[in-house]
């Protein structure tokens, strides 16, 4: 157990929904970062967090916005959705400010289904 | 584009059998993880390696990193049926991203 929590582990809506993907790190982690997986584009990263800020952004499409709360938790929000949307999003947490300085623990994803 | 790639794409071996998987980067880095993903599951941190450290061991695993090269290689010994996984490196590319490679889906045949 990463100690990472994802909620919900699967969601199910249609083209043109929002929807919002919830993650709390693991105890006494300060940065979050939420990474899109899908077959043909494997592991991107999204958005990272650390201790409520935005520290580092990646191919985040604009529909798509994250925040950050005092609590720690993230929240994802997907908008307007489209059927390539569908793919697995993982959130992790680490320790450091930067990714690469301690190891990123990971939640189990929530699988988002678009139809 | 990623910045690091794993190779093969794909590897299939007998139990017991070593299993070696590298990854390739384009820029410098400070550090460079490996992570292992079990089918539709969270990627579990394996081994991180900082760029002044050519190799570290962690049980049955290997990993060495070549500056010079820009590569890492993961070599996993006496491999076991639970090893078959996605084995993936991960390293900063740009503004503090980690980014990760595509992976190396790995079958350990019984």
């Known amino acids: 157990d990463s100690g990472v929590t994802q909620t919900p582990k699967h969601l199910i809506t249609a083209t043109g929904q929002r929807v919002t993907l919830r993650c709390s790190p693991r105890s006494g982690d300060l940065s979050v970062y939420w990474y899109q997986q899908s077959l043909d584009q494997g592991l991107q990263f999204l958005i990272q967090?650390?201790?409520?800020?935005?520290?580092a952004k990646g191919n985040i499409l604009e529909r798509f916005s994250a925040q950050q709360f005092p609590d720690l938790h993230s929240e994802l929000n997907l908008s307007s959705l489209e059927l390539g949307d569908s793919a697995l999003y993982f959130c992790a947490s680490s320790v450091a400010s930067t990714g690469g300085n301690s190891p990123l623990h990971f939640g189990n994803g929530t699988r988002l289904t678009v139809t | 584009s990623q910045q690091g790639e794993e190779d093969p794409q794909a590897l299939s071996i007998q139990e017991g059998e070593n299993a070696t998987m590298n990854c390739s980067y384009k820029?410098?880095?400070?550090?460079l993880q490996w992570y292992r993903q079990n089918s539709g599951r969270g990627l579990v941190h394996l081994i991180l390696i900082r760029s002044n450290e050519r190799e570290k061991h962690s049980g049955r695993l290997r990993v060495t990193l070549d500056t010079s090269k820009k590569s890492s290689s993961l070599l996993i010994t006496a491999s076991r049926a639970a090893d078959t996984a996605s084995y993936f490196c991960a390293t900063i590319q740009g503004a503090q991203k980690l980014v990760f490679g595509q992976g190396t889906r790995l079958t350990i045949n019984p």
């Open positions: 967090y650390y201790n409520g800020e935005e520290r």
């Open positions: 820029t410098s880095i400070n550090n």
